[in-house]
Nanobody, 121 residues
Framework: QVQLVESGGGLVQPGGSLRLSCVASGSIFSINAMDWYRQAPGKEREFVAT???????NYADSLKGRFTIFLDNAKNTVYLQMNSLKPEDTAVYYC???????????????WGQGTQVTVSS
């Protein structure tokens, strides 16, 4: 079993910054990629950013330049640095990891429980 635990959310004023973290633990042979998604009240979950084991990244077009994703392979931890936050960034942020639990297994997606980010004055 693989567990993902997010942290770093909270209340921040518009224009402020937050750094989210997500640690993967449990039965992990390798992590292929880790992603961030978010879900605002009354809206569907949307893609934020992804990073592969090799360090390749991709972002939602609307967030490029403000958000940065990076992966610490040694710690099985993905970070999301969020700058110049806006009220519309308010959402629950979820971590997703594509993990190969063992050498002979397939890879599977796992989700964290989410961390709330609120941008408000």
């Amino acid at each position: 079993q693989v567990q993902l635990v997010e942290s770093g959310g909270g209340l921040v004023q518009p224009g402020g910054s937050l750094r989210l973290s997500c640690v993967a633990s449990g039965s992990i042979f390798s992590i292929n990629a880790m992603d961030w998604y978010r879900q605002a009240p009354g809206k569907e979950r949307e893609f934020v950013a992804t990073v592969t084991r090799g360090g390749s990244t991709n972002y939602a077009d609307s967030l490029k330049g403000r958000f940065t994703i990076f992966l610490d392979n040694a710690k099985n931890t993905v970070y999301l640095q969020m700058n110049s936050l806006k009220p519309e960034d308010t959402a629950v942020y979820y971590c997703n990891a594509n993990v190969r639990p063992s050498r002979l297994s397939l890879s599977y997606d796992y989700w964290g429980q989410g961390t709330q980010v609120t941008v408000s004055s």
